[in-house]
């Protein structure tokens, strides 16, 4: 399901640090994707709808060169991923064999994927690297997939990084890594978002001139009238 | 899919360090379900066709204790389960909740499940005990499953212990833990089994007698020849 | 501060299991300290306030023999531990080194300690366990605490097995590992629980009976109502 | 306590790599604080006395956004760093869960505080490098501390990194990790380390002509004449 | 090198949490095998001079099962160890397959080894505990070694849970795990052993009789000479 | 033994990526070493015989500054290095100690050694990166070597990163880590990747034009002659 592209918009403009902090207020602490560091720094931010993909570990009859051909198979699953997705894999973790590199990253591109995250490793990375998917990932590792993964299926739940990631569930990454947002919840959290931001530079605004944090951050009743006096001037 | 009761009966005379070793020759090293211990010393050996179970990460939002009454939980898995199957629980390897305490156990024991084998841990151990379910399992917890898991769904290919389980694929279990057979290799095994056991019993009878190893153990061509010859005494 | 000994009776009664599961209803998920396992099975609850210890890593200037004379040192500890107390030592989950050995053991058990809980390892654990002294730990290790570790002080907030500990919280301990609970919600717990191992009980008669779970465990309104009529009749 | 400004700039022309050989030849092995790492490279060398910080895991009640406004608070540390300490931050290894981000940072640097040292992570990174602070830690996440950890003191022992720090121990961080020298023998590794800098400079000019290495690192008696000697001509 | 028979026989009064406290005052703080756990509760301490084996990783062209029958094998190792040695073996921690099963381990007990110590997995462990081979290990695994580990040599220096341990080393094994004496130490240490353990039983009947910790453990001027006024009166 | 150079020359031209999937192809799964990553991103690929070294765990008695003269050091082993080779060092993947530092680097590059690959860390970075030896390793670590290493031997097989490497074993290296090639299947492996380069090569230009995954990558019998034919055309 296609993500409403004004709240992609909203979402672009907000810190993975903050959609944290909002979704911990709403009672999820764990929502970020352990080990999904940018390929690349400074990486825009990507924000998209989840594709899912699940691996279980590599088994010698059935994760082999010949599996790649067959009917589920990433080369399959990489078909059916719509345009402006984020495709999430679920590598369990494993580091020592990549899950994709340049030649699937090339289709994906091509296919307008937003972005590959995953809590596992890409595999010849200077062949992705000049493919200009945006990758978030665990590491990179030279042996293929089938080195040490099985895949499965696409469009299931999945774990990655620690996380439990359902298809459509919301997925916002940047210099911090990869964040989830329920599918539920993301109309109250784009909503909730800019307010945030905002009053986070007003307080940044006060650091500079040299302010102190207690009270400051989060703002007491006093400050939070003054912040709520410089908006009003503001607008 | 039940297992063929003379197949049963072949693999449960024969250690899982000698299926292991079978399944080698044949190419597969990575049969083994890592972390799957005896909750009890002495269990008998089993076997039985795997029913698959799979868990993701805890959400806040999912992994609740209302989940337990949805049509997809482990409870409707539970009363999913054929008589003289064996459970394989994907828990990820998370070990600090308890995938089933002394209920769930009980109602599996009542159903005529076979054994439970997990990669995560069970609760409530000393109940579980009392159910008189066999477990293989990585530790004990006291909190619930959904403290660190979310079950979404059985009957798939999972992932237990850094091993690939697929549904229907067999699972015998003794002292030294869970191992996988795919289910196309099992006729095939379980013919070499009973031969390779044989053998290795009178190259005990040797070491007893005070031979030495190397020729022995694997045997030359004379011990070989020795060993056929006092087979043939027997028979 | 001491416990009062009618909720320590009621808990004493109520397994880790429930505790941990009643505290997730309450949004606590974190409660149970990892890798405290008790030293001998079959260990009875134990019920107490937790009197804490504080670990940091050896430094070889200061985690000396010679350090054990010092004002500040595990002796004065132990020395300060009150009646009843259970002794909870962050040992920073390090194995390598014990903690106590067996006259440290013993001199606790003297002063009418209730139980030991640490995420490090005992040493010299023959003797510890002849000292009688109940121990949940993660394992044992023959070095003394200072090839590993500095003592720093008691009467701290700490974390042990990944739990929150602060002076005075209730430690619940048995067959699944010690449990804590935050000392402003004990009464509310002790109130909970017998309630909930009430129904748990009969619940599992009901299995007895060859009853399915789903509409049992949790009950619907249906079994909820033949429980009450039950537990009437019961009483 | 501040450390005395000459000892510093002789300290700061030292590498982490000199000052932890001469530390182990002192019997100190262990005082090279896992997982520092600079945040970006090429951050100069900075020295400081240590300014503690200590987390303990998170606690649902505990851990919430109202504790940052509470008399005990990270914001309250902040506020109480003297100008040129490094701060030196106990997050017990945690690196699902920024201990600071770009505010808490930006107040810091305000402040004066030499540098940030962690063995837990960051968050809002691109932010925090905004803020100029220069920090050693051990990765980046997006979500706020509370998501894994309970601050509860300044000013304490500490472990960071495996390593014991104690307020006031001197601290050196480099492109090698971040160093504790204890208080009490700085002098005489201040005293002893340009020296050996000294020497090591003339055995890397030995290796630029082409000289082996056996009899010149660590140098023989033959040698150790040939540098004094040079070192004579030199002056 | 055989053991000197009087040096062994003192050594195996002697618990290796004393023999740690004892190598600690020489400065060796890491002498205690990690992981080497007894397979059995209850084995009787043993000592021995270490004859080494060492793996590496599995190489799939390499670690065959006819690797077995090569000159440099396992199977030629055990050959080699002399009577009452104890086998010590570098696994690298890998447990998930394991290093001897039945076979080997009853060879070794036919030869006369006293025991065998590995920071890896024994296999077919209902075997194994059948030989009567006393075992230090870290776990069980079905797997042959081939699965995991590539056999290179015995007779070398090795690493075994995190400890140097060179052949013709001391070593002690008992229920705390197995402990390193280097060769060059074991003199002295044997001298200072008995009467470190003839102090710590009058510690430990001070303690019963309910002296307090400070000032006795360890003891201060007047209980040494306490102690000292009843070794004389005992002897 | 020196690798022929037109083999050099060959492999020098094909990723580690592409080298995996034939090796896998052989059977061989298991030849990435885990942790082997460029210390400066863009470092060209480096092949060349592996020159091994060894190192078990720190004993405070044998890892002393002492030791750096001994006949048989690292220095020695520097020295015993030929021109071309790549030094391979088995730290055990301990990460807490550097190796080598910048004096034995530019001793290294004066000698013409082609590059150091290891699953331990450097120290000193700043000057090994000063020295232009090119270097895979885990990380940077201020400590020396025998702050946690005892070295041992060098010309012995190894682990590194899990893999199992003999002396004249052939190593590549590149972005994606350093990967290992037995010496008995060079001469294969170089014939076959330079087709396989050429036909990924193909793939990705179809990718460019448009082309779905399935029936590309791996080719079908269409695509597979259509590839022929456009070689054909190409020559």
Partial sequence: MALDPQLAATLSRVTTATLTTLLLKKGLR??????????????????????????????????TPESWSKPIST???IEAMPE???????????????????????????????????D????DVAGVRATGLPVWCQGVAAPPSVAGLTFVNWGEPIGCGGVAVFPD???VADDDGAVLIPQALVGEI????????????WIMGE?????????????NAENKARYEAAKGGKS
């Fill in 169 to 171: 569930d919301i997925v």
């Fill in 84 to 118: 402006g997705c984020i495709a999430v894999v679920d590598a369990m973790g494993i580091t020592d064999a990549g899950i994709f590199g340049d030649i699937l990253c090339a289709r994906m591109q091509k296919r307008g994927v937003a972005a590959l995250v995953t």
């Fill in 207 to 219: 650091i500079d001139k040299g302010a102190a944090l207690p009270g400051l951050y989060p703002p």
């Fill in 120 to 123: 596992g490793a890409l595999r």
């Fill in 75 to 77: 080369r399959a699953a």
């Fill in 30 to 63: 764990n929502v970020w994707m352990r080990g999904t560091r940018p390929l690349d720094p400074g990486q825009p931010r990507l924000v998209g709808s989840a594709f899912t993909l699940r691996f279980v570990p590599a088994r010698e009859d059935l994760a």
């Fill in 190 to 201: 784009a909503a909730a978002a800019p307010e945030q931001e905002r009053i986070e530079a």
